[in-house]
């Protein structure tokens, strides 16, 4: 999520660990509140007392290296404006105001920040920063950083990163270690945990710098890693800080364990496994479910040098989907879009090529308690109400249900519904080709995707609407042009999966907020205008309590889901990851954990092993 680019670490000055970095107990005065925790709902799940985390082990040992696999390319090291493909490991290097622990999704504990202050009203919050806090050569982190940072996000941040910062006022240097942010609004904790995951900029290093510019420079960071060297596009190698600041923080302790972790670059998945089989990469997470059941029997995972590990997938997850592309008009009519929803024949696609293991995406929302369940709640139900003249009737009645088959692959049934919707909107079959009644022409679809497992799973459902008269196609680009395309919103479908920050908050402006339809590299990549949801968006931003920004994300999402702007498809449930048997871990993993954590160690004798 925005500034939430660090993954943070370790530290260095040792010699203070337990006098300047003890935490502090959340206190009181004048209607303050001086913390070192933060939740946005409800209490922080860990007190003062925490030594570590329950999932990490305090006496892992140092050393070692690792190397993990990225898909597609990068051409920048600048995660804020929107112009090139920057890694998504960059978050090494830096460290953030405070940070989440892997057993909660809603609360934060002091990183650079030793504690937070703010009023009950919550209009404003001023972090302390600690005297010991640096960046890697050696200065300071003070509030001025901060406060560059968040002018960056908000005059060259990408779209995106920027709709975060929305209900962020102004940002204020009162002193060189205290940074106050006042907040558009009153009694929401969402703003706070927001400014609380920015990670500072060096506005000394970029004084002679162009922050708004694409650069390959390593960035100079304040987090557990640094860049040891690069090769743009192919690889990214990163090293631990030695004397890293927060080294012994509580929450710092046994993480961040290797000396180098490596990332190579792949544009071809299956050049990328195979460089796993070989052991150019050490670790890898599994994506493609006919890989994970027909393409691991080879003799590593038979003698045991290769671990498949299959674990319950917690995590909330942002919808799938094909994105349809609402601002182009043939999409416009809702009954054409529901049309094409008929044509996605999940249930063929679950028994042919998923080996049943995945779950139908329902809701905007998946694996989450945000997401829709049955027929709306009173609760659902009164805060539609004033909307009513402005909803679709089923939006207050009725449980959303895709459309279902049989799963022999014909799907007769949902093939005529779909045909009887385009018609009803002014496309007809003729001679075997579906056109527009007035002009003959034929309606033309065309898929984007960057993804070549994706396009396997796509092929059905091209095959279904050319079967509907629809001249259908689907086109595989790199992730660069994915990118492109996407930031233009130059597509039929396209598609891809949103992430989720929970609770959902200011994002859902970018993602479904109508003044986010135009702007170029919006995360409303579907266009979508609706009255509505704006309306309920701004709710669910401003709740003041965890039951009501649950109904309201609940009421968004059948409000999206009965109009028709995407094609949801699948996730799993489960979580499918295989490394090579050398590395060491805690017996416990964190509720949220998804596969390789910073948790992980380089285990000597273990990897003696697979060398002899």
């Known amino acids: 999520m925005t500034g939430r680019f660090s993954l943070s670490g370790h530290t260095a000055a040792a010699a203070l660990a337990f006098t300047l970095l003890t935490p502090l107990a959340a206190s009181a005065e004048d209607g303050i509140t001086k913390t070192w925790a933060i939740a946005e709902f409800g209490e922080p799940l860990y007190g003062e007392d925490l030594e570590h ?14 190397t993990l696999g990225a898909f597609g390319s990068f051409d920048t090291l600048n995660p804020y404006i929107l112009k090139g493909e920057f890694p998504g490991s960059i978050g090494l290097i830096y460290d953030s105001l405070m940070e989440g622990s892997g057993d909660e999704l809603v609360s934060h504990y002091g990183l650079i920040a030793e504690s937070v202050e703010y009023p009950d009203d919550k209009s404003w919050a001023i972090f302390n920063i600690r005297p010991e806090a640096r960046f890697h050569d050696g200065v300071p982190i003070t509030a001025a950083d901060f406060k560059f940072t968040f002018d960056t996000i908000r005059e060259h941040g990408r779209p995106f990163l920027k709709s975060f910062y929305d209900d962020v006022e102004s940002a204020e240097v009162l002193s060189e270690r205290r940074i106050k942010f006042s907040f558009r609004t009153r009694n929401s904790m969402k703003p706070l945990t927001i400014v609380a995951s920015t990670a500072p900029q ?8 162009d922050i708004s510019k694409t650069t390959l420079e390593p960035p100079l960071g304040s987090g557990p890693y640094r860049m040891k060297s690069l090769e743009a596009g192919r690889n990214i190698v990163y090293e631990r800080v030695e004397d890293y600041w927060a080294a012994d923080l509580p929450i710092n302790r046994g993480r961040h364990n290797f000396d180098e972790i490596r990332y190579d670059y792949y544009r071809d998945a299956t050049v990328q496994f195979e460089a796993f089989k070989a052991g150019k990469i050490d670790y890898r997470g599994e994506g493609d479910v006919k890989r994970w059941f027909t393409g691991y029997d080879i003799p590593q995972v038979d003698n045991g040098q290769i671990l498949k590990v299959e674990k319950p997938n917690n995590n909330p997850r942002g919808i799938g989907a094909f994105f349809i592309n609402n601002r182009r008009d043939k999409f416009k009519d809702q009954r054409v879009r529901e049309a094409i929803l008929h044509l996605y024949d999940f249930e063929a696609i679950q028994r042919t090529l998923l080996f049943g293991q995945y779950q139908r995406i329902k809701s905007y929302f998946p694996n ?21 003249d402005q909803l679709p009737p089923e939006v207050l009645s009725a ?59 796509a092929e059905p459902f091209v095959q279904s609407m050319q079967r509907a008269g629809i001249d259908a196609s689907i086109r595989l680009v790199d992730p660069s042009q994915w990118r492109v395309i996407g930031d233009d919103f130059d597509f039929d479908l396209s598609t891809g999966r949103l992430n989720f920050f929970p609770p959902p908050g ?37 709740a003041e309590d965890l039951d009501t920004l649950k109904a309201t994300t609940r009421a968004l999402d059948r409000v999206l889901l ?42 000597e004798e273990r990897a003696a092993r697979l060398t002899n």
């Open 53 to 66: 985390w329950p999932y990490a082990n305090p006496d892992a040992p140092k050393g070692g290296k690792i």
């Open 399 to 457: 449980t959303w249900e895709p459309p279902k088959s049989d799963g022999s692959g014909r799907n007769r049934k949902n093939l005529r519904q779909a045909l009887a919707l385009f018609k009803e909107a002014g496309w007809e079959l003729r001679d075997k080709k579906l056109v527009n009644a007035e002009t003959g022409e034929q309606f033309q679809l065309q898929i984007i995707t960057a993804s070549p497992p994706t396009l396997r799973m």
């Open 202 to 209: 060096p506005r000394h290093y970029w004084e002679t710098r």
């Open 562 to 603: 009965w109009n028709h702007y995407l094609v949801p498809v699948y996730y799993p449930d489960k979580t499918w990851f295989a490394h090579w048997d050398k590395f060491g871990m805690p017996e416990k993993s964190a509720r949220y954990s998804g596969g390789f954590s910073t948790t992980w160690w380089y285990d």
């Open 368 to 388: 989450s308690d945000f997401g829709v369940s049955g027929p709306p709640t009173p609760e659902e139900i009164a805060i539609l109400e004033p909307f009513r």
């Open 506 to 542: 200011t994002e859902l402006r970018s993602y479904f907020g109508s003044a986010a339809a135009d702007v170029r590299g919006s995360a409303n990549s579907m266009g979508i205008k609706n009255p509505v949801a704006d309306a309920l968006i701004e709710q669910i931003i401003t």
